[in-house]
């Protein structure tokens, strides 16, 4: 057994039960991104940057996402489709089979933390199968400073092992890849899959059951930024709705793009980086972003110009879900520490293809309520496999895969924080205007960005506003720089009748996809649905 690098006093790769191996301890980016390159499993890129292939999985598999069902699971969390439960015997077992599987292998460990708030902190030990996804754990969690990590002592384990393969008869998997939490043991098993996102999302899927339900703090898939005079912005939104994107904001402090704690006084990151999608990445339209990807970052799935090691990010020929993480502090404009206080602003984003929501629209609490649970954007012809027209998509609390809990939970606990930091709540429609897609277009990214920051500016306080027919909502009737013909969406059809069909169409969605909760919701939120005048 060979242990080299940084690690923690007496720290031996043996204490976590694997023999034989010789493991890397908290090594550089640059150094492993050399070996990965060495090892034929990279591609340096024009950008300085590393390139890697996936392989089967170019995304999440959420139907092979387990939670250990136990004494400390059993009666809290939220048991169905989404949160799958797992035999605590098959976990040990499959656990086993991972350290046999790591023995005599070359092994890259990092130690690394979750939570930029102090008084949350979880330290974690990474054990990785590739250098690139240890690379991957280097950028996308907090970083130790070299003194923390002679004394640090990990809470949670995450083993890692993409080579290995699970036997769906004897381990209780669905199939061969799968992520396994274990909140008595705190252990996360991920094997079968290269995808690096399942790396982080299940230390979020971990924090979105601790937080709420040990620490009273609302876990949130979200972005946030704070301006300079102190005033934090929430940003929720499914993938591809411009989470990343709207977020990173030139005049204002990026907090994170993607996880964070809400605990009524202070938003912290869970965070240590940035995991963006990279599909038609370009200077003009995300430059912070694009200058991101630089050495140090790791970029997946991408294509290159022909006879050239430069990205080609408008090539999805392997996947739509073209991803690079970074360093946060590749972007320039953070916050430091990764927190914020004095929450005034919280925005809902969806990209709506049926061009029936209006771009900017403001929500009561109720509303708020509502459409987190709701979690709505919609899927257009060509991003899966299947999809010829635009398709409803519901992901309660923006991230239903991640949420242990009954998403009332977080909804309620969000209502509390509405009330306590008396936050302002809207609904920003980034998807399709004058027609639903295919026929209308897609708003602009600079009108979008134009409401934003009229908000963050207070610009919209003495506005008057319109009430939405169907879905109730409250919009603007003028926002500065932005046309005020789009800013109700039935004014941008010609059919002013094919809007209210559509309307009434999504309208029916809405409460469609609602009755699974309905029997948890209050009063408040229930009478926020939209209301349908043509029932389905």
């Keep these: 057994m060979t242990e080299t690098g940084k690690r923690a006093n007496n720290a031996t790769i043996s204490d976590l039960g694997i023999k034989h191996a010789t493991a890397h301890w908290n090594l550089s980016p640059e150094e492993l ?44 969390v939220w048991w169905g489709d989404v949160n799958l439960p797992f035999s605590s015997v098959k976990f040990d077992e499959l656990h086993q089979k991972m350290l046999q599987y790591l023995q005599n292998k070359e092994i890259y460990v990092r130690d690394a933390y979750a939570c930029a708030d102090e008084k949350y902190r979880i330290n974690i030990r990474v054990v990785n199968e590739y250098a690139w996804s240890n690379m991957f754990a280097y950028n996308m969690f907090l970083r130790p400073s070299n003194s923390e990590i002679q004394s640090f002592t990990a809470e949670w384990v995450i083993l890692n092992a993409p080579g290995f393969m699970a036997d769906k ?36 899927s971990a924090l979105n059951f601790i937080l709420p339900h040990q620490k009273n ?16 912005a929430i940003f929720f939104g499914l993938s591809g709705t411009g989470k990343t994107t709207l977020s990173a904001d030139p005049n204002r402090y990026l907090i994170g793009d993607d996880e964070h704690g809400w605990d009524g006084d202070t938003v912290f990151n869970f965070e240590g980086g940035c995991y963006a999608k990279c599909i038609d990445l370009s200077a ?10 630089k050495p140090g970052a790791l970029l997946e799935n991408i294509s290159f110009f022909e006879n050239t090691n430069k990205p080609n990010y408008e090539d999805d020929s392997i996947t739509q879900n073209t991803r690079v993480s970074y360093p946060i502090y590749h972007i320039n404009n953070i916050a430091k520490p990764s927190l914020g206080r004095n929450t005034k602003n919280i925005f ?17 609490k109720g509303q708020a309520m509502y ?24 992901s309660a609390c923006f991230g239903a895969p991640f949420m242990p809990l009954h998403p009332t939970k977080y909804a309620e606990m969000l209502g509390d924080k509405i009330d306590t930091s008396n936050v302002n709540v809207w609904l920003i429609n980034t998807g399709w205007s004058g027609g639903e897609y295919g026929t209308g277009n897609r708003i602009s990214l600079e009108h979008t960005r134009a ?34 013909k789009i800013l109700n969406p039935k ?16 309208a029916n969605a809405f409460n469609k996809n609602f009755d699974q909760f309905a029997d948890f919701a209050n009063n408040e939120i229930l009478d926020a649905a939209p209301k349908a005048i043509i029932k389905s």
Excluded at 284 to 293: C, L, N, R, S, T
């Design 33 to 76: 991104a050399d070996i990965a390159i060495k090892e034929g499993q990279a591609i340096l890129t024009s950008t300085g940057a590393i390139n890697v292939k996936t392989g089967e999985f170019t995304g999440r598999s959420p139907m092979d996402r387990f939670i250990v069902k136990d004494t400390v699971t059993e009666e809290s």
């Design 169 to 204: 008869k004897v381990d209780g998997t669905r199939q061969h890849n799968f992520a396994i939490l274990n909140f008595t043991k705190k252990i996360i098993l991920i094997g079968g899959t290269a995808y690096t996102g399942e790396i982080k999302k299940g230390i979020f």
């Design 217 to 232: 703090v609302l876990a949130m898939h979200c972005s946030a930024n704070v301006g300079k005079d102190g005033d934090t």
């Design 284 to 293: 003009e339209k995300e430059p912070d972003i694009f200058a991101a990807v």
């Design 348 to 364: 809902f984003l969806t990209a709506d293809a049926f061009g029936v929501l209006p771009p900017v629209s403001k929500l009561t």
């Design 371 to 394: 459409h987190f649970i709701s979690g709505y954007t919609a899927k257009v012809a060509g991003t899966e496999a299947g999809v010829t027209e635009p398709q409803a998509t519901f």
């Design 451 to 484: 409401m934003i920051t009229s908000i963050l500016n207070s610009e919209l306080e003495n506005i008057k506003f319109t009430t939405h027919q169907v879905f109730g909502l409250h919009m603007p009737n003028s926002c500065p720089n932005v046309p005020s």
């Design 491 to 506: 004014n941008t059809w010609l059919d002013k009748q094919a809007y209210d069909l559509k309307a009434n169409e999504l």
